[in-house]
Structure formats: structure tokens, C-alpha cells
């Protein structure tokens, strides 16, 4: 059973990000790539193409050059008929999602979502996909003034896809590592308004060891002895604007451009 997103009259933002998350659902129905393209630029939604079979974008701009001009999108997959469908996250399109990673070994990121909705750090989402490498995107109308970074947590396994961001919709297909070609499914969709997530709370709540790396040493920590009558001196430790602490030490899942060997593009599949 497939649940419907029904648009509730709100402010001019929140009726913005609601109607995006409904464009998303609309497009899960179309019957190719190029038809789910149309309805997602009617709706403003920008798309950009990616490889065919990969997470790839098949343009060198990636989700910079993402477009909702109509022409453009045609061109694309007029050339391109079998290249995936892609959408950038955060600012461009309204939309952020957090990546959940299925089991490897003893870790699995459904056990760290749970525990993220239990704390109230992760609202109802507007829209899940089933990933083809088992995991589940869980989509979220983007409604906060500050930018937030996309991110990618090893240990707990799940990511974020904020500003720089992308994802894959359907019905593009995937090579899974196992060498199985897999499709991105729409597996469900909530009715009513959806909350927006924070990403940089939800990193703090699931990755505390990063954290840590982005604090200052404590001045204690760095104080020396000094002789009697001499200056103490107290290393300086720069404090991070919020913009490096959220960016440093992210580890984005990419792969290289072999049209650009000095690009490295994000990706957001894990295979």
C-alpha cells in the first residue's frame, strides 16, 4: 500500500518544500526517467543526468549544473535516453535526505535511525526509497535559514545530504558490487506536513567521536611551566567557525571523475 502526501495550506516556505516532496512521489509513477524529469522541473524541482547503471553524474558540473529548464532536460535525455535520474539536496531543491547504510558486520545505521527518532531528532519523513544497496533514504522539506553540509558517519552508518549533495530517484538503476543491477524504489510516503531535520544535531547525537575532533583543546591541556618572571605562553587553538565544524573531517563516498582526473565528485551511494 502506498501512502499519499497530501499539501496542507502553510506559510509560503513550508508550502514550498511540501509541494517538492509531492513532485518526488509524482515522478516515482512516471514511466521512464525523461517523464519523471518533466514533472519534477514543472514543479522546480532541478534534475541532472548520471551515468547509466551508476551514481555517476554524467556532466562534469554534477548538482551544480542541475536545471529545471524544460529544453535543457529534454536535450539530456533525448542524447541520453538510459542515464539515471539525479536531484541535488539542500538549498537548490528544497530538500535534505538522510542515508541509512544497511548492516556490514555488526553495524547497521536502522539501529542508529531508531534511536534518533526515539530522541526526537528525526521527524516523520515526507518520502522513503528503498536504495539498491539495501539501505533507505528518508527525505525531509528543508525549512531552516542556516545551510547545512552533507556528511557521512562510517561507524553508525548513515549519512546526510545537505548543501553539495545528491541523490538518485527513481526508476534508476544501480550495479550493486555483488555485479546485480538493482532500481531505487519509492517504499513510502507519510500524508500531512513533515518537520525538517537537523543534520549537524543528528551527527552530534550519533557520531559523539566526531564531535570531539571539533572541539578546542582544553587550555589546561596546553599550559606549560614556565621560569620565574618569564611571559607564560599558551599555544593559541583557533576555535571553528560553524562552518568548519561541520565540514572538517567529513568523508564524502566518492569515486574519480575519469573525464577529469583531478575532480572528485560526491557520491552518495554506498555499493
Not at 539542500?90 to 544497511?102: F, I, K, N, Q, R
Not at 550519533?206 to 621560569?227: C, E, G, I, N
Amino acid at each position: 500500500m502506498r501512502w499519499i502526501v497530501k499539501v496542507e495550506p502553510m506559510d509560503t516556505t513550508h508550502a514550498a518544500g511540501q509541494t517538492r516532496l509531492a513532485a518526488v512521489r509524482d515522478s516515482t509513477d512516471a514511466t521512464g526517467a525523461v517523464d519523471a524529469a518533466r514533472v519534477l522541473v514543472a514543479a522546480g524541482v532541478p534534475v541532472f543526468p548520471c551515468i547509466q547503471g551508476s551514481s555517476r553524474p554524467l556532466t562534469g558540473r554534477g548538482p551544480r549544473g542541475a536545471s529545471t529548464d524544460p529544453d535543457r532536460v529534454a536535450w539530456w535525455w533525448s542524447r541520453y535516453p538510459t542515464t539515471n535520474l539525479a536531484i541535488p539536496t539542500g538549498a537548490l531543491s528544497g530538500l535534505d535526505v538522510v542515508e541509512v547504510h544497511p548492516a556490514r558486520g555488526a553495524r547497521s545505521g536502522f539501529d542508529q535511525i531508531r534511536r534518533a527518532v526515539r530522541a526526537g531528532l528525526v521527524p516523520r519523513p515526507g518520502l522513503m526509497v528503498a536504495t539498491p544497496s539495501g539501505g533507505l533514504q528518508l527525505y525531509f522539506p528543508r525549512f531552516l535559514a542556516t545551510a547545512q553540509q552533507s556528511w557521512t558517519a562510517p561507524e553508525p552508518r548513515l549519512g546526510f545530504h545537505g548543501e553539495g549533495g545528491y541523490v538518485l530517484l527513481p526508476p534508476s538503476l544501480v550495479q550493486r558490487s555483488d555485479g546485480a543491477v538493482a532500481r531505487y524504489r519509492l517504499v513510502g510516503a507519510v500524508q500531512g506536513p513533515t518537520g525538517s531535520v537537523d543534520g549537524l544535531a543528528l551527527r552530534r547525537f550519533v557520531d559523539p567521536t566526531w564531535l570531539r575532533t571539533q572541539l578546542p583543546a582544553h587550555p589546561s591541556a596546553t599550559r606549560r611551566r614556565t621560569a620565574p618572571g618569564s611571559a607564560a605562553r599558551t599555544p593559541h587553538t583557533p576555535v571553528p567557525n560553524s562552518a568548519a565544524a561541520v565540514t572538517d573531517g567529513v568523508r564524502y563516498l566518492s569515486r574519480p571523475d575519469p573525464g577529469d582526473p583531478g575532480r572528485r565528485p560526491p557520491e552518495v551511494v554506498s555499493l
